[in-house]
């Protein structure tokens, strides 16, 4: 597999070798790419942060068939320790003059990825599915998450060769007119946290909360701290528990821009000492209270775990795996 570094056509794989139309040698901003469609492409590059999610909402925006890749999810995983930004340039996009139209993204590392365009480039997917095959894989392959009600991308995956396995997303959704309130059991506040202000506290306290252990000293040797800079987070709407001596007791994060109409939940967490006692509910319940102040009508989260359901979250969608294997 290939990290596009240049601009040569040399280091695109052979399978996309660019079809340059009569009388035109060049494009200003990439090459047409020669699939069973036509489209405008070249890889990921840190200028296009903006275009992507831009697209991830506009393809979020009439339907919600890949709510389970929106712009924040987007967002979370390319500031995620566990990303390997190394392999960044080996991103798809496809273009429209200065507007994505589809794109391959892998999911945290090679062996997974996201593939999508917007509805009026459907004859496209396939080409991205393609794409996303040869340069995305891992040695055992590759796997995509399709939405059960999404018969198209699953006819061209199965056409390509891909078959479902027992791995699946749910997608649980919350209409925030069904909101409840809760409070803070006594002696518990509410403090906004940016994790690029405080890296130390937020990695910290998400080391607790995601059970990695509660050795300090651990933590410091195996958590490098970071500040992690994500451009459109809400400060507001990014909350922390903390008890009377300062102690930050759990953590929720939601997602909102105003130019959409829904909130996205990630993460959140409690440290183990402070579980049982609700504070994760209410801070959930605080922070999709906020969005809504702001514009949000219904939040997503990517789960299946009863604590959702018991603040009433319903399944909106289910997504099946499916992959190919190598060789």
Not at 133 to 153: M, R, T, Y
Not at 282 to 304: F, N, P
Request: hydrophobic content about 40%; aromatic content about 14%.
């Amino acid at each position: 597999m290939r990290v596009w570094a240049s601009w040569s056509t040399a280091e695109i794989p052979r399978a996309f070798v660019p079809a340059i139309p009569a009388g035109k040698r060049s494009c200003s901003c990439g090459w047409i790419w020669k699939g069973k469609r036509m489209g405008l492409f070249r890889p990921y590059r840190e200028e296009d942060y903006e275009a992507v999610c831009s697209f991830l909402i506009e393809l979020n925006r009439s339907d919600k068939k890949h709510i389970n890749w929106n712009w924040a999810r987007f967002e979370w995983m390319m500031e995620h320790p566990e990303f390997d930004k190394s392999t960044i340039g080996s991103i798809g996009l496809w273009w429209e003059q200065e507007k994505v139209v589809g794109a391959a993204i892998y999911d945290m590392y090679f062996g997974e990825a996201f593939c999508a365009v917007l509805p009026e480039h459907e004859a496209m997917y396939s080409d991205v599915m393609d794409y996303a095959l040869l340069e995305l894989k891992d040695d055992a392959g590759l796997g995509i998450a399709l939405c059960d009600e999404n018969q198209s991308e699953i006819d061209a995956a199965e056409a390509a060769g891909f078959t479902p396995d027992e791995q699946c997303e749910t997608i649980l959704r919350l209409g925030l007119d069904k909101l409840r309130r809760a409070v803070l059991p006594e002696g518990y506040g509410f403090v906004e946290l940016d994790p690029a202000e405080r890296p130390e506290d937020f990695q910290w306290l998400l080391w607790q909360g995601f059970d990695h252990g509660t050795d300090y000293e651990e933590f410091k040797r195996n958590d490098p701290i970071i500040p992690r800079r994500r451009p459109h987070l809400n400060k507001r709407l990014s909350l922390t528990a903390v008890t009377p001596d300062g102690e930050l007791a759990a953590y929720c994060c939601v997602w909102y821009r105003t130019d959409t109409d829904y909130a996205y939940v990630e993460p959140v967490c409690t440290v183990p000492a402070h579980r049982g006692k609700g504070i994760a509910a209410v801070l959930l319940s605080e922070a999709l209270t906020r969005a809504k102040a702001l514009g949000a009508r219904e939040a997503y989260v990517i789960s299946d775990l009863l604590f959702y359901e018991k603040l009433g979250f319903e399944e909106a969608q289910h997504y099946t795996f499916y992959r190919k294997l190598s060789g």
